[in-house]
């Protein structure tokens, strides 16, 4: 671009420079669905650890990040880059570029930001997996954050919360990317059900997220507090201020008492920011998400067998999955009308071969058994193995049935299916893996489940929480 011109971009605004080294701000204390729906889930997919930062960690130095003969990263603080033109005038074909873009959240150093990025860095299979299974929903993820005027940065919020697992489910009962809890998941529209749970439904959780995310930005004015109340409850980090007033200390997110698990919340995102950010810095591939939609949403009306549908797209099961994990069961209850999500080159061969389509839809109705009906007097009446039922139903090898119980059982075909609203199964025990003592207990122990808690049961209202800020800072207006 001649100099003329790119003066004049410059003038105009349409130009922007943007630095790929680490940030420099001051520094920052630290403060299942079914079986039969299941996705595989790596062992190894957890967040990184909540711990602080181990005594002998290494400040900032003068390197770029290196690997050890036993491949763990140490790293310092990298030469400073030159800065980057950015044309604004023109769409980047990076998504990953978009969200550099759109950073907009304080940056923060501290030894627990270090702490996460080697935590990261050390897991370079982790994050590719992360990755991968990001790569369908980002494009949604950042278009809903940059039509709210959000930093991009909230896109990157369910790499920790979820590792971008859209049946992730913990012992507390959070469950999809963004972990709601059934009670917070019902306040923000998210339906569960028999058939459905919205909660691990991506384009729904999404929205319902970035609306819970936004009210909590003008509860407290600032992101960082608002995304401790993401982790801790917003009834949790109003406890915290008020208690920090009455004694006349500040009320800001490094003032406050908090347990580890959210004192560690903002150096992981932190952590994941920077690596977005400078990948190579941290020996990191990170693979190109397209900036372009992955999927296209399909209403439809009729209820339809998950394999049917799959088929239907000529696209494998394990796709139509990933992107409709919502679905509980063998069957999608429409309920009026339910979203389909399909690959952009999927979309119009469903709908062809939908409207083609002449035989049933659906295969699988609804049945309560009788009292002391077993699952073995279920499958021989309707012809089919116990192993089956159980599939179908995603109850385990060893598992049974309770009185009352329903499950889905083979329809018949010359009748139209039995397919009634029921309620969501009462959820027992967590699926998500053990972790050892160093990665806390993140996914299931009692620091996810007080902040959770949290959640259900805020102590204060809006308005007391917004008196309160107004003592310490005037709120800031959301951006636009």
């Known amino acids: 671009m001649q100099p003329l011109a790119r003066a004049l971009l410059l003038a105009a605004g349409l130009f922007v420079t943007v630095h790929a080294s680490l940030p420099s701000a001051a520094e920052v204390d630290p403060g299942e669905p079914p079986a039969s729906l299941q996705m595989s889930r790596d062992p190894d997919d957890a967040p990184a650890p909540a711990e602080t930062a181990e005594p002998g960690l290494r400040p900032p130095g003068a390197e770029s990040a290196t690997e050890s003969a036993t491949g763990s990263a140490t790293f310092a603080q990298p030469a400073p880059f030159a800065p980057t033109m950015l044309d604004l ?7 990953w570029q978009r969200i550099r873009t759109g950073f907009g959240l304080p940056d923060m150093t501290s030894p627990l930001v270090r702490e996460q990025e080697e935590w990261f860095a050390k897991r370079p299979d982790y994050i590719s997996r992360i990755v991968a299974r990001s790569s369908r929903y980002l494009y949604y993820i950042v278009e809903q954050v940059e039509k709210r005027g959000m930093p991009s940065e909230i896109a990157l919020l369910p790499i920790i919360e979820s590792a971008y697992n859209p049946v992730a ?20 529209g998210l339906q569960q059900n028999f058939w459905y749970d919205g909660r691990r439904d991506v384009t729904a959780a999404t929205n319902a997220a970035l609306d819970y995310l936004e009210k909590l930005y003008e509860m407290f004015g600032t992101w960082d507090l608002a995304l401790a109340s993401y982790n801790w409850g917003e009834g949790a980090v109003s406890r915290a201020i008020a208690k920090n007033l009455a004694k006349g200390l500040p009320t800001d997110y490094r003032s406050l008492s908090m347990p580890a698990e959210t004192r560690n919340y903002m150096p992981k995102l932190q952590a994941v920011k920077n690596i977005v950010a400078n990948p190579a810095q941290y020996g990191i ?24 549908a799959a088929k239907l797209a000529e696209m494998p099961i394990d796709e139509f999955l990933s992107l409709n994990p919502g679905n509980n069961g063998p069957v999608i209850r429409a309920d009026g009308e339910r979203v389909l999500l399909f690959p952009a080159n999927k979309a119009d061969t469903f709908r062809l071969n939908m409207e083609n389509h002449d035989e049933p839809l659906v295969s699988w109705e609804a049945y309560k058994l009788k009292p002391g009906e077993t699952l073995d007097r279920v499958a021989a009446r309707y012809g089919i193995s116990v192993a089956q039922l159980k599939t179908a139903n995603g109850i385990g090898a060893k598992g049974g049935a309770g009185n009352g119980l329903t499950v889905l059982v083979p329809a018949v075909a010359s009748a139209k299916p039995y397919l009634p609203d029921l309620p969501l199964p009462a959820m027992t025990g967590g699926r ?37 800020r107004k003592k310490t800072a005037p709120t800031r207006k959301k951006p636009r």
């Open 89 to 95: 005038t023109l769409r980047p074909t990076s998504l």
């Open 432 to 468: 998500m893996p053990k972790k050892s003592a160093s990665n806390g207990s993140r996914r299931g122990g009692t620091a996810k489940t007080a902040h959770k808690a949290g959640r259900r049961s805020p102590a204060v209202t809006r308005a007391s929480v917004t008196q309160t």
């Open 285 to 308: 591939d990170l693979a190109e998400v397209p900036n372009q939609p992955y999927f296209v949403e399909v209403p439809t009306t009729k209820h339809i067998d998950v394999k049917l």
């Open 169 to 188: 489910y913990s012992r507390a009962h959070a469950s999809g990317i963004w972990q709601f809890m059934p009670s917070t998941g019902k306040a923000y």
